[in-house]
């Protein structure tokens, strides 16, 4: 910034004194500025934050609680049925021990289900209950795509406003160069130069206010998951009562939250770059053998299931359901004092299922269809996996593209230009205009290649969410995604393993 004031400014010699005293009070600032920085966030934490205190999961584990004490209630047998009554007493006097047939009855029946409908409804709903810690599995995956790509849209807005904030020191000597270069008549300074510096300023000052409007707004919206509000309302404790809150310092002050994201943008690793990054088009069939293991996939496997074992309870009203019964008839002696003989009932009962076609017959064919719709809702879901991956993909490609022409061309070219039309106007060849031009123009790819590798790194973050078997691969760092990548597919085999017991 010295050599170019010195080389613009008319007054070469006394301005250098000048440019120190800038210097000196700028660096008084950031001395200062230091002190008061904020709290730096890092992607993890964010992360960690948006899982820890995610209501949802808490939610879906009490659904999952409900089923299994569902499964237990529904596999006992009916409570038997006591009966007491007097039986055969006469009308007119209600006399007990006048007629013969007169008797005080206890009577105790049970009934027995269908078949084996017990056991099968009991294994359905385990079934159902084991489809939620998949969906959990899920969530959390989504949470740290959400959580991460919130994150990194915060950092570029926060690194565009450091970029911009960064040059604008430079355009503010640029606007004083041409008001002294006119004031003193020397060079080729018009006022039409001034106007355009200070206009260039006014744009700047807008697009850092809009700037900080994005980076606050995605504050606000990352500030939800920095904090456990009103966990304890709705915890019981579940997973809360032993967990610290990592957030402790990234609350609300006066409103607004008291943090920034950090400055590095973190390299993410890509848990299958020869797929990411392949220029054609994969085989469904190929993909299919990395979703299948996917939690979204596996939680409608476990629907799956459920519904196989309605059709095996639907095929058991077939069977009869009984019913056993017994009875015991006390008599009072007669009236002459003869003592008479107690009486004891037993009985069974069953239904028999005479008319299925209207009945059985579409109770099973039912089943069967719900079954049907559950398997093809498996092939959608793959089916989107696919296309949201393709889709990605590309984008990746594409942007990686972009990432190495603007690194290896058009950034050094965009510096060339704005240093020879600096070189042209100091030797009274150039137009000013220009200059500011290009300055403008080196600025705009700069901010064009920070969003090209915020945007890269937010596709990696979806991209990993296809293929991740743990959450934490999805924004892990390539050393610790390698050792998660390993501990993960042992986990991933024993429940796979569990789930076919």
């Not at 503010?172 to 006119?182: G, M, T, V």
């Amino acid at each position: 910034m010295i050599n170019l004031f010195y080389k613009l400014s008319p007054f070469k010699k006394p301005m250098v004194n000048v440019v120190l005293l800038f210097l000196l009070l700028v660096g008084n600032s950031v001395l200062t500025g230091l002190h008061a920085q904020p709290n730096l966030l890092t992607l993890k934490q964010a992360v960690q934050s948006a899982i820890q205190y995610d209501p949802w999961l808490t939610v879906n584990k009490h659904q999952q609680d409900s089923l299994e004490s569902m499964s237990v209630a529904t596999g006992t047998l009916p409570d038997p049925k006591i009966s007491l009554g007097i039986a055969n007493i006469a009308a007119e006097t209600f006399d007990f021990d006048q007629e013969m047939m007169t008797q005080f009855k206890v009577g105790i029946s049970q009934t027995m289900p269908r078949g084996d409908s017990l056991n099968i409804k009991k294994q359905q709903i385990k079934l159902l209950a084991s489809e939620y810690p998949f969906q959990r599995e899920n969530r959390k995956a989504q949470m740290t795509v959400m959580a991460g790509q919130l994150w990194l849209e915060t950092y570029k807005a926060q690194q565009s406003i450091a970029l911009i904030e960064k040059d604008r020191a430079l355009f503010e000597q640029l606007a004083d160069i041409a008001q002294a270069s006119y004031a003193s008549a020397i060079g080729k300074t018009r006022q039409q130069d001034i106007i355009r510096a200070q206009l260039e300023l006014t744009r700047l000052d807008d697009r850092l206010t809009m700037l900080k409007q994005q980076k606050e707004t995605n504050l606000q919206e990352l500030s939800e998951w920095l904090n456990g509000s009103f966990v304890n309302r709705y915890s019981n404790g579940i997973g809360y009562s032993s967990i610290t809150d990592p957030m402790t310092d990234y609350k609300h002050h006066a409103g607004k939250p008291s943090f920034m994201v950090d400055e590095a943008l973190p390299v993410i690793k890509m848990l299958k770059e020869d797929l990411y990054l392949s220029e054609k088009s994969l085989r469904p069939e190929f993909l299919y053998q990395y979703f299948v293991t996917h939690p979204m996939v596996l939680a409608v496997d476990q629907r799956i299931k459920a519904s196989d074992s309605g059709v095996k309870l639907a095929q058991q009203s077939y069977k009869p359901e009984w019913g056993f019964n017994a009875s015991y008839g006390y008599r009072a002696d007669d009236v002459l004092g003869r003592e008479r003989a107690d009486l004891f009932s037993i009985g069974v009962s069953f239904d028999i299922p005479l008319f299925t076609g209207n009945k059985q017959d579409k109770k099973v064919q039912s089943a069967i269809s719900k079954s049907a719709a559950v398997k093809t809702k498996k092939w959608m879901t793959v089916r989107k996996l696919i296309a949201s991956f393709e889709t990605a993909r590309v984008q990746l490609v594409r942007l990686t593209e972009r990432q190495t022409l603007y690194q290896t061309r058009l950034l050094p070219q965009m510096h060339d230009q704005a240093e020879a039309s600096l070189t042209a106007y100091t030797n009274d060849d150039g137009d000013f205009s220009e200059v500011i031009r290009s300055r403008i123009a080196v600025l705009n790819t700069a901010i064009d290649l920070l969003g090209i590798n915020v945007e890269r790194q937010k596709t990696i973050v979806q991209l990993n969410y296809f293929f991740m078997t743990e959450y934490e691969q999805i924004i892990a760092s390539p050393k610790m995604a390698d050792s998660k990548m390993t501990d993960s597919k042992i986990r991933v085999t024993h429940k796979l393993e569990n789930n076919n017991e």
